[in-house]
């Protein structure tokens, strides 16, 4: 069992910078990607972090990155945020191969989740 605490986000203007934090109770786990959900919408997978490697997906790459203090302290940076960015944020951890961890894989494998953080882009 691993249990994920997130913190940080918060509402921002647009253009904008927040940080989200994942804290892990323990590293039992190879994949810890992040999610968000707009309401209305399907969940999106934003990043995900592997070893060392980090993947950011189309949506996001380029304005956010993910770092790392240990394994279970990954931190996603969000820059020049949009109106769009906003929605729930999740962090998520599985047993998974590079290659689902580094695709759009989004299923069950990702078994243990964070709370949740909001966060809202204003115009």
């Known amino acids: 069992q691993v249990q994920l605490v997130q913190s940080g986000g918060g509402s921002v203007q647009a253009g904008g910078s927040l940080r989200l934090s994942c804290l892990a109770s323990?590293?039992?786990?190879?994949?810890m990607g992040w999610f968000r959900q707009a309401p209305g919408k399907e969940r999106e997978k934003v990043a995900s972090?592997?070893?060392?490697?980090t993947y950011l997906f189309d949506s996001v790459k380029g304005r956010f990155t993910v770092s790392q203090d240990n394994p279970m302290t990954v931190y996603l940076h969000m820059n020049s945020l949009k109106p769009n960015d906003t929605a729930m944020y999740y962090c998520?951890?599985?047993?998974?191969?590079?290659?689902?961890?580094?695709?759009?894989?989004?299923?069950?494998?990702?078994?243990?989740w964070g709370q949740g953080t909001q966060v809202t882009v204003s115009s």
């Open positions: 323990a590293y039992d786990y190879t994949c």
């Open positions: 972090i592997y070893g060392s490697s």
């Open positions: 998520a951890v599985g047993s998974l191969s590079r290659s689902l961890c580094s695709g759009a894989y989004s299923g069950p494998g990702f078994r243990f």
